[in-house]
């Protein structure tokens, strides 16, 4: 019954200093009694680069003619020209980089929660929203026509897609300490 007993605490005491080999580079008794138990690392998910860039083209390729038509509706409304202006302006300078942003940032925090910060991101998109409507607004994009709206869907479908991508990629944060796994059969 002894013996039994030094066995057990030997094969958990095996275990756990099993878990590091850096520590304790020796073979432990655990690897001794069970050969086939080996430590493993566990597997660091990078975000699909494409994934990130398709799922942020569909998000605006949705949100920027919803936002172009919601931002004419509010404008139209208000005899006032800054009561119109600024809502309208919003509208379509904040929906289609949070749509992207976000969208983003769910499919790249199933990789790895906490790794990706959401608001340096958003920054960066908003200010890519606001050059594509300067832009627009320079080279004459109506978009109150069927062109106006497509010219400006697409150009967003481009820059806000990578810009969020980028972004998301350079404010990641390294992944949490990893402890071996210890994995086999008993």
Avoid: C
């Avoid at 860039?53 to 919601?70: K, R």
């Avoid at 509706?73 to 942003?101: F, R």
């Amino acid at each position: 019954m002894i013996r039994l007993l030094a066995l057990g605490l030997l094969t958990f005491a095996g275990v756990s200093f099993a878990a590091s080999p850096r520590l304790f580079p020796q073979p432990s008794v655990l690897t001794l009694l069970a050969p086939e138990v080996a430590l493993t690392e566990p597997q660091i998910r990078e975000p699909h680069v494409p994934t990130l860039l398709a799922s942020g083209a569909f998000a605006a390729l949705i949100a920027t003619p919803l936002a172009l038509a919601v931002g004419a509706e509010i404008g139209k409304g208000p005899k006032d020209l800054y009561a119109a202006l600024v809502p309208s302006l919003l509208t379509t300078l904040l929906i289609p980089p949070l749509a992207v942003v976000l969208t983003e940032w769910m499919v790249a925090e199933r990789t790895g929660k906490g790794r990706f910060r959401l608001v340096p991101t958003l920054l960066v998109a908003i200010l890519g929203q606001a050059a594509i409507m300067g832009a627009g607004v320079l080279l004459g994009v109506n978009a109150t026509t069927g062109a106006g709206v497509a010219v400006i869907t697409l150009a967003s479908a481009v820059v806000l897609p990578t810009a969020t991508t980028a972004m998301l990629k350079l404010t990641e944060r390294p992944p949490a300490v990893s402890v071996p796994v210890l994995s086999g059969n008993f």
